[in-house]
């Protein structure tokens, strides 16, 4: 039986950097404010590019939030280019995500279905949101692309969390 690894809310999330498509290295997981990090099969998926979408459909209220977004994938800078140029997002786009990485964060990994569709081995989807204390507060990881959290009652759920005080869940290990 195969294994994952998986990263346990209430657990310090650490830092990881990124390669920022249009810009320099990016950092996540640095104490100090709300942060989610979406990350997404790559610009072979349909269906992440209509999830980017609704990603940036909800970024201005996830900033007004006080919540700093940003959306990785496995894919080269070129292919992070068809990406930027269809969905023309506000957050940073980040690639290169390796495979020690996504084995780091848990993620389920595919194989390509052919070299059509992409050229490497690519993560299915997760959501990554690290509190101001650099504590992973809240975590999805799906096996599919057609497997995510809905974006506006995410908002709502953060929205909640904050007037309420509400703890991070899941904690029993």
Same mark, same amino acid.
């Given at each position: 039986?195969?294994?994952?690894?998986?990263?346990?809310?209430?657990?310090?999330?650490?830092?990881?950097? !990124?390669?920022?498509?249009?810009?320099?290295?990016?950092?996540?997981?640095?104490?100090?404010?709300?942060?989610?990090?979406? %990350? !997404?099969?790559?610009?072979?998926?349909? #269906?992440?590019?209509?999830?980017?979408?609704?990603?940036?459909?909800?970024?201005?209220?996830?900033?007004?939030?006080?919540?700093?977004?940003? %959306?990785?994938?496995?894919?080269?800078?070129?292919?992070?280019?068809?990406?930027?140029?269809?969905?023309?997002?506000? !957050?940073?786009?980040?690639?290169?995500?390796?495979?020690?990485?996504?084995?780091?964060?848990?993620?389920?990994?595919?194989?390509?279905?052919?070299?059509?569709?992409?050229?490497?081995?690519?993560?299915?989807?997760?959501? !990554?949101? %690290?509190?101001?204390?650099?504590?992973?507060?809240?975590?999805?990881?799906?096996?599919?692309?057609?497997?995510?959290?809905?974006?506006?009652?995410?908002?709502?759920?953060?929205?909640? #969390?904050?007037?309420?005080?509400?703890? #991070?869940?899941?904690? %029993?290990?």
């Amino acid at each position: 039986m195969k294994t994952t690894n998986k990263l346990h809310p209430g657990e310090k999330f650490g830092l990881l950097a !990124f390669k920022r498509y249009g810009g320099d290295t990016f950092t996540f997981g640095e104490p100090g404010q709300w942060q989610a990090l979406f %990350v !997404f099969r790559g610009q072979h998926c349909p #269906i992440c590019r209509s999830y980017l979408k609704e990603i940036e459909e909800h970024f201005s209220d996830l900033r007004e939030l006080g919540i700093s977004v940003a %959306v990785v994938s496995a894919d080269s800078e070129e292919q992070t280019r068809i990406t930027a140029e269809a969905i023309e997002s506000s !957050f940073p786009l980040l690639y290169g995500m390796d495979e020690p990485t996504m084995q780091a964060l848990g993620l389920y990994i595919s194989e390509p279905r052919s070299s059509a569709e992409t050229d490497h081995r690519f993560p299915e989807p997760g959501l !990554f949101i %690290v509190n101001p204390e650099g504590v992973l507060h809240l975590v999805d990881i799906a096996n599919a692309p057609f497997i995510r959290p809905d974006i506006k009652r995410l908002v709502g759920g953060l929205k909640f #969390i904050f007037k309420n005080d509400y703890p #991070i869940r899941g904690t %029993v290990a």
